[in-house]
């Protein structure tokens, strides 16, 4: 199995920043998609940014301008610089990876990592 293996969440003024990471662990897999989902308190989870194995990145309109993803395909990362947060961003931030492994494809999911904007 590949595991995901998220860092850098925390708590940070309005206004700030933090830099969430992952990193894919395992063995004989490749992966398409990388990115991020976060769920909020009472709120249903949400795709934050996407970015393919080519460097194709979209992003959820609400943190546009604000977020950049980025990944290192050799080492298997990616990155959520989060800038200018706001309240309202606070949840847990979840890595999500589309893996091909042994002829099969599914999406693995880190543990999740909280995030809380104090206003």
């Known amino acids: 199995q590949v595991q995901l293996v998220e860092s850098g969440g925390g708590l940070v003024q309005a206004g700030g920043s933090l830099r969430l990471s992952c990193a894919a662990s395992?063995?004989?897999?490749?992966?398409?998609?990388m990115g991020w989902y976060r769920q909020g308190p009472g709120k249903q989870r949400e795709l934050v940014a996407v970015?393919?194995?080519?460097?194709?990145?979209n992003y959820a309109a609400s943190v546009k301008g604000r977020f950049t993803i980025s990944r290192d395909n050799a080492k298997s990362t990616v990155d959520l610089q989060m800038n200018i947060l706001k309240p309202e961003y606070t949840a847990f931030y979840y890595c999500?990876?589309?893996?091909?492994?042994?002829?099969?494809?599914?999406?693995?999911w880190g543990q999740g990592t909280q995030v809380t904007v104090s206003s």
């Open positions: 999500t990876a589309t893996v091909m492994r042994m002829g099969r494809s599914y999406v693995a």
């Open positions: 395992g063995s004989g897999f490749s992966i398409n998609d």
């Open positions: 970015v393919t194995s080519t460097g194709s990145t």
